[in-house]
């Protein structure tokens, strides 16, 4: 066998592995356990990832963060190179972690990362800056555990958004959505159980929700978006 199979034959097994490391994607999963060195921290699969490199044997090793208060202890592990890894997922309205590690009861900056500051203490710290991370997706619209239903648009801000539907007899300017924040539109709803169409209109221009997991559908010669009520008392399982 070739070694680019042989590469390719040992990234497949590890991706089909469980995670030894916690519950990240794949690709993150995949660097830890390819990780031979120490590296300073980097952003992967939306998690940031940490590396140690004992120079001695060590019987634990744990990174504490400041967000926290350094009152939680994330514990590295071993990976098949000897590489002590972690991954964490941080706040997502940081824009910078600071940490320390502390290896048998030591603390100590990380010392891959060459990115230090002094903390109000007067000790040193190790920092981050976190790139900025694309929302996580979620499908649309959710059904909420009262029955009510979320939708949800998202575009450029200072819009004017609507959302015309089957329940609400097609009225284009019924329901106006509401910018929750710069460019994502909301609006709750009651409606009853069953199937039903809608669309969103933007500036006057139609738009199907490209965050519904469903096909879009044909109805009166326009594409239109769909969804399944299932009852008030019926909770949304994609929650």
């Not at 941080?90 to 100590?108: A, K, N, T």
């Not at 809608?198 to 559908?217: E, K, T």
């Amino acid at each position: 066998m070739r070694f680019t199979e042989v590469c390719t034959t040992l990234v497949a097994l590890l991706l089909l592995a469980s995670p030894a490391f916690g519950s990240t994607g794949p690709a993150a999963h995949v660097h830890r356990v390819l990780l031979n060195e120490a590296q300073p921290p980097r952003m992967v699969d939306g998690v940031v990832v940490l590396s140690y490199d004992p120079p001695r044997p060590v019987r634990y090793v744990v990174a504490l963060f400041e967000h926290e208060d350094f009152a939680v202890q994330h514990v590295f592990e071993r990976n098949p190179n000897g590489i002590l890894v972690l991954a964490v997922d941080p706040p997502r309205e940081l824009s910078e972690i600071r940490y320390r590690l502390v290896v048998d009861g030591l603390p100590m900056p990380d010392p891959a990362n060459p990115v230090r500051i002094r903390s109000a203490s007067d000790e040193f710290l190790s920092a981050f800056t976190l790139p900025e991370r694309p929302r996580p997706r979620h499908d649309t619209p959710r059904i909420l555990d009262d029955g009510r239903v979320e939708f949800t648009y998202h575009g450029r801000p200072e819009q004017r958004v609507f959302l015309a539907a089957s329940f609400s007899n097609w009225n284009p300017f019924m329901h106006r959505m509401n910018e929750v924040e710069p460019g994502v539109y909301q609006l709750t709803l009651r409606v009853r159980s069953g199937t039903h169409f809608y669309y969103f209109l933007v500036n006057n221009q139609r738009i199907v929700d490209s965050r519904n997991p469903l096909p879009v559908s044909r109805l009166h010669g326009r594409d239109v978006s769909r969804f399944e009520h299932p009852g008030p008392a019926v909770s949304n399982a994609r929650r």
